[in-house]
T-cell receptor, first 111, second 110 residues
Framework: GAGVSQSPRYKVTKRGQDVALRCDPISGHVSLYWYRQALGQGPEFLTYFNYEAQQDKSGLPNDRFSAERPEGSISTLTIQRTEQRDSAMYRC?????????FGPGTRLTVL | QKEVEQNSGPLSVPEGAIASLNCTYSDRVSQSFFWYRQYSGKSPELIMSIYSNGDKEDGRFTAQLNKASQYVSLLIRDSQPSDSATYLCAVVTGANNLFFGTGTRLTVIP
């Protein structure tokens, strides 16, 4: 079956612009997670949802970052007023129990 | 102290040998443990999960968990060049968050 999909796969933007990253989880998966991964590091937790409810957003770096999952399926991670330090791979994962399955990621570059 | 610690490597083993990857974690109430494989430029791929003390075998992979020592390991038997990747240890903490280690880079030499 279809896995987790993310779009766009690559995003280049100028400093100060807003970006929206999309995640489409595996059908039927209750939980959806957002991570950020720097080169040579493991994924760093940002936030997660059960259905449409955001359960934990303690990993979001600051208030420029927000996420939503209004219908309990597709989720959007939004970064406002992007800064160069936001450049990273942003990964989404979904799960039905404990085991998480990752999407291909969105490579964000802020110039 | 980091939630999950791994030796970053690189770890090099000859083809056919056993590769041993180790991980320690800090939250004593953690109950769920995972090993992910990540090829360069790709997403992490779940290869093993373990929830109880002891060993769990799946093909050439064996995960070992010791909750008293807060230690989890992954053994890869008959290592193949295709096993060359970064292996990420991940632990679900008592707060139900999944924390990843920095990963151990494994190279299997033909």
């Amino acid at each position: 079956g279809a896995g987790v999909s993310q779009s766009p796969r690559y995003k280049v933007t100028k400093r100060g612009q807003d970006v929206a990253l999309r995640c489409d989880p595996i059908s039927g998966h209750v939980s959806l997670y957002w991570y950020r991964q720097a080169l040579g590091q493991g994924p760093e937790f940002l936030t997660y949802f059960n259905y449409e409810a955001q359960q934990d957003k303690s990993g979001l770096p600051n208030d420029r970052f927000s996420a939503e999952r209004p219908e309990g399926s597709i989720s959007t991670l939004t970064i406002q007023r992007t800064e160069q330090r936001d450049s990273a791979m942003y990964r989404c994962a979904s799960s039905t129990r404990n085991e998480q399955f990752f999407g291909p990621g969105t490579r964000l570059t802020v110039l | 102290q980091k939630e999950v610690e791994q030796n970053s490597g690189p770890l090099s083993v000859p083809e056919g040998a056993i590769a041993s990857l180790n991980c320690t974690y800090s939250d004593r109430v953690s109950q769920s443990f995972f090993w992910y494989r990540q090829y360069s430029g790709k997403s992490p791929e779940l290869i093993m999960s373990i929830y109880s003390n002891g060993d769990k075998e799946d093909g050439r992979f064996t995960a070992q968990l010791n909750k008293a020592s807060q230690y989890v390991s992954l053994l890869i038997r008959d290592s193949q060049p295709s096993d060359s990747a970064t292996y990420l240890c991940a632990v679900v903490t008592g707060a139900n968050n999944l924390f990843f280690g920095t990963g151990t880079r494994l190279t299997v030499i033909p």
